[in-house]
Structures are given as C-alpha cells and as structure tokens.
Nanobody, 121 residues
Framework: QVQLLESGGGLVQPGGSLSLSCAAS????????MGWYRQAPGAQRELVAT???????NFADSVKGRFTISRDNAKNTVYLQMNSLRPEDTAVYLC???????????????WGQGTQVTVSS
C-alpha cells in the first residue's frame, strides 16, 4: 500500500521558518508531480506549491518569494521550506503526489494525512 508521510509541522512565531517533508512509501512505479496544499478551518483547500518530476515549480501568489519547494526523486520525497511565516499561513498542510503503482495502472492522486502549521505569537 502506497502512503505519504508528512513531518515538520508545528508552532512558530510570525516571521519564523518551518520545513516540511513528505515521503512516499510502498510499491511505487512512478511519481509525477508532487505538491503541498493547505486547509484552514472553515476554508477551502488551496494549492500552496507544486513541483514536477523535472523540477518545474508553481506557487500560490500568497507564498511566492517566501516558500520554496524541492524534491528528491531517489527518495520519493518532497520538501517545503517556509520562510517569513505569517498568521494567515496557519493551516493543515497536506502533501499530494500523482502516483502510478505499476506501468499499466492508472495515475491517481495520493494524499497525506496532513500536518498542522500554526503561526502565532
């Protein structure tokens, strides 16, 4: 069974930094794009950043210049470095991977369980 395991959330003061990581485990043939989404209480889930297998990145306007995303294909792991954090960044951050279990299997979205990021003084 393929799973995504996130780590690195927590409590940080405004202006601080946090790093998140997300590793895929299990029998995986290929992982295509990976990304991070977030969901605050009472709000819709929104895209934070994505990265393709060849390292093309995309960011939400609200995090451009503050967050960076990277991946290690050998480890099936994606990272999110968050700097200059603001209270409005507070949310549950969820990892996503477009995955394929075997060469002939369909590609599907895999989600992690989420990790809480709280920005507060």
């Amino acid at each position: 069974q393929v799973q995504l395991l996130e780590s690195g959330g927590g409590l940080v003061q405004p202006g601080g930094s946090l790093s998140l990581s997300c590793a895929a485990s299990g029998s995986i043939f290929r992982i295509y794009a990976m990304g991070w989404y977030r969901q605050a209480p009472g709000a819709q889930r929104e895209l934070v950043a994505t990265i393709t297998a060849d390292d093309r990145t995309n960011f939400a306007d609200s995090v451009k210049g503050r967050f960076t995303i990277s991946r290690d294909n050998a480890k099936n792991t994606v990272y999110l470095q968050m700097n200059s954090l603001r209270p409005e960044d507070t949310a549950v951050y969820l990892c996503n991977a477009r995955s394929q279990d075997t060469r002939w299997a369909k590609i599907y979205d895999l989600w992690g369980q989420g990790t809480q990021v709280t920005v507060s003084s």
